[in-house]
């Protein structure tokens, strides 16, 4: 089974920061990789499909990169929104799908 | 407007069944595969089955193998999760999930907003 992982689990971050997130998976899964954003009581929300294709409705200010095995999600001007917790997700063993552990985003 | 509406959750004692349902509306139902997303109270989102458009392709997590079945029925809109042997650590909001493929990816492009399963004596 294909494991992901994600770091940092938790950081604090001011409005108007550029944050990084890490998103590993435990072998190859070319570009099958997907983040969502969930705030405390909402459903999940998809940002980023196909490691880099932002979802319709999207801020341009989130973006995705990476294949393979090391992915990034990148929030370039932190926005008061954005404090959420976030998830990658792997579809490479469709119909089989793995979640990352989350990555919570805070203020500072 | 795209519109999953799950129902079905509760209260249940260990060991015993529930079956949950997810209504569809706004989209062509059968064009899709769905799939079932649980979190336990303050933790992560862990996926649990999904079920292809024609219900040909199936696939379960490990930790609920053997005891959940998914099932669809196109002519109503619904996807169901049949829970049997419920565990306390099967506690969790389930969410009902829609996928999409691109040419390069598959991800949830819509969510209901879940029903509350506490598997409790």
């Known amino acids: 089974d294909i494991q992901m992982t994600q770091s940092p689990s938790s950081l604090s971050a001011s409005v108007g920061d550029r944050v990084t997130i890490t998103c590993r998976a435990s072998?190859?899964?070319?570009?099958?990789l997907n983040w969502y954003q969930q705030k405390p009581g909402k459903a999940p929300k998809l940002l980023i499909y196909?490691?880099?294709s932002l979802q319709s409705g999207v801020p341009s200010r989130f973006s995705g990169n990476g294949s393979g095995t090391d992915f990034t999600l990148t929030i370039s001007s932190l926005q008061p929104e954005d404090f959420a917790t976030y998830y990658c997700q792997q579809s490479y063993s469709t119909p089989l799908f793995t979640f990352g552990p989350g990555t919570k985003v805070d203020i500072k | 407007e795209v519109q999953l509406l799950e129902s079905g959750g509760g209260l249940v004692q260990p060991g015993r069944s529930l079956r949950l349902s997810c209504a569809a509306s706004?989209?062509?139902?059968?064009?899709?595969?769905m799939h079932w997303v649980r979190q336990a109270p303050g933790k992560g989102l862990e996926w649990v089955s999904g079920?292809?458009?024609?219900?040909?392709?199936?696939g379960y997590a490990d930790s609920v193998k053997g005891r959940f079945t998914i099932s669809r029925d196109n002519a109503k809109n619904s996807l169901y999760l049949q829970m049997n042997s419920l565990r306390a650590e099967d506690t969790a909001l389930y969410y009902c999930?829609?996928?999409?493929?691109?040419?390069?990816?598959?991800?949830?492009?819509?969510w209901g907003q879940g029903t509350l399963v506490t598997v409790s004596s």
């Open positions: 999930a829609k996928d999409t493929c691109s040419s390069t990816s598959c991800y949830f492009d819509y």
């Open positions: 706004g989209f062509t139902f059968d064009d899709y595969a």
């Open positions: 079920i292809s458009w024609n219900s040909g392709s199936i």
């Open positions: 072998q190859s899964i070319s570009s099958y």
């Open positions: 196909a490691a880099s």
